[in-house]
């Protein structure tokens, strides 16, 4: 009777240790998966962000901004202040609209980050201000005058200075443009 007794506390026993091993055993598993996740989650965004890139590594820069104007970065890696360059002085187009001749006058100015695109742009402005001219002497007066219009306008001015610029320099630079002037008669 003494060893079932014996037995019977070292069974309660061990019962009551069992539970106590699994919860355990549980909460390592939960700690130990939750570290997992935080480091698998923080190697992910070093490598999509291209802080794990070679040529992050090798130039100490971002590799996701290293052709684009659009994410310059001083040395202590922050974002260089906004440079406004003015395309020189208004461009003049005329249009035809309702058997009338009309007459568009707009003055541009392009945003960059770069502090070497502003001589760049002024290098390249005669090509620039005649793409642009051409590109806006094709317009209607319906597009002129509606927003929506002129937002296009804006666009396709932009990508097309974008596209000057990365042809003769190899980059695009240029963030935005704006309309500083806009005047229909």
Same mark, same amino acid.
């Given at each position: 009777?003494?060893? @079932? ?19 355990? +055993? +549980?909460?390592?598993? +939960?700690? #130990?998966?939750?570290?997992? %996740?935080? #480091?698998?989650? #923080? ?10 890139? /070679? ?18 970065k001083d040395q202590s890696g922050n974002? %260089? /202040?906004?440079?406004?360059? @003015?395309?020189?002085? /208004?461009? #003049?187009?005329?249009?035809?609209? !309702? !058997?009338?001749?009309?007459? &568009?006058?707009?003055?541009? @100015?392009?945003? =960059? ?11 390249? &402005? /005669?090509?620039?201000? !005649?793409?642009?001219?051409?590109? &806006?002497?094709? +317009? ?7 927003? =929506? ?15 000057? %610029?990365? @042809? ?18």
């Amino acid at each position: 009777m003494a060893i @079932e007794e014996t037995l019977d506390e070292g069974a309660a026993g061990s019962g009551k240790a069992a539970p106590k091993k699994s919860s355990l +055993l +549980l909460i390592i598993l +939960l700690v #130990v998966t939750t570290l997992l %996740l935080v #480091v698998v989650s #923080v190697a992910a965004t070093l490598y999509f962000t291209g802080a794990l890139s /070679p040529q992050a590594a090798m130039h100490g820069t971002d590799a996701t901004f290293a052709d684009s104007a659009a994410g310059k970065k001083d040395q202590s890696g922050n974002k %260089l /202040p906004p440079l406004y360059v @003015e395309l020189g002085e /208004p461009l #003049v187009v005329n249009f035809v609209e !309702n !058997n009338q001749i009309r007459y &568009l006058q707009v003055q541009m @100015e392009v945003m =960059t980050r770069d502090p070497e695109l502003p001589d760049e742009i002024k290098t390249h &402005l /005669p090509l620039i201000r !005649n793409n642009l001219l051409l590109m &806006l002497s094709d +317009l209607d007066f319906a597009t002129i005058s509606s927003f =929506t219009g002129k937002q296009k306008i804006r666009a396709e001015a932009l990508a097309e200075v974008q596209s000057i %610029l990365k @042809e003769q320099i190899g980059k695009k630079g240029v963030e935005e443009l704006y309309f500083t002037t806009f005047v229909m008669q």
